[in-house]
């Protein structure tokens, strides 16, 4: 089975740019999360959608950052405009069924550097 | 609020010794506990979970809500077992629509030959 794929891998870009990151999680996989976690935390939960719908986005900046989930299935997460503290690694994880208490499965993350 | 806290950022041990990376937890339901662990150039995965009761790669954790603690243990480091690993607590999100996982910060074990 593929597992979660995220690009870019990496990102490097100067403050108030935007940016924009894939995500195309385990087919079939009805629950979509994009996590940030910046360097020495753990990750934290950004966003989470169940198939093309929002169901917590509580922690997510909504002044810069946004994200969607079009037909239930690849999302993009993207931010406008960049500060220094967004640089992080941005981690996209998928699971089955709904829920939230079952595994999530994670992407290798995306790497921005803002400078 | 829900809050997971790992004590340790760094752990090393020697190879064959025990290692035990602490967890301990704040959550006023009832908790779902997992371990994820990332080895190196590696996807962050589970390790193991509460709920399944399993021994992964020779680790155990046991869920004890008296002392609110999900420690993970080893008997036996081995070298492959370098890694970071994250306690995370699935719980009801303060907002009450959705279970919601929170991480520790990570504690990195290294096993030294």
């Known amino acids: 089975e593929a597992g979660v794929a995220q690009s870019p891998r990496y990102k490097i870009i100067e403050k108030r740019q935007s940016v924009a990151f894939w995500c195309n999680p385990i087919s079939g996989h009805a629950t979509l999360y994009w996590y940030q976690q910046i360097l020495g935390q753990g990750p934290k939960l950004l966003i989470q959608f169940q198939n093309n719908g929002v169901v917590d986005d509580s922690q997510l900046p909504k002044d810069r950052f946004s994200a969607e989930r079009l037909k239930g299935v690849d999302s993009t997460l993207k931010i406008q405009p960049a500060k220094l503290e967004d640089s992080a690694v941005y981690l996209c994880a998928s699971s089955w069924p709904a829920g939230g208490r079952e595994t999530q499965y994670f992407g290798p993350g995306t790497r921005l550097l803002v400078l | 609020a829900q809050r997971v806290t790992q004590p340790e950022k760094l752990l090393s041990v020697f190879k064959g010794a025990p290692v035990e990376l602490k967890c301990n937890y704040s959550y006023s339901g009832s908790p779902e506990l997992f371990w994820y662990v990332q080895y190196s150039r590696q996807r962050l995965q589970l390790l193991l979970r509460?709920?399944s009761r399993e021994s992964i790669k020779g680790f155990t954790a046991d869920l004890n809500k008296g002392e609110t603690s999900f420690h993970l243990k080893k008997p036996f480091a081995q070298e492959e077992d370098s890694a970071m690993y994250y306690c995370a607590l699935s719980g009801w999100s303060s907002g009450g629509s959705n279970y919601k996982l929170t991480f520790g910060k990570g504690t990195l074990l290294t096993v030294n030959p």
């Open positions: 509460h709920i």
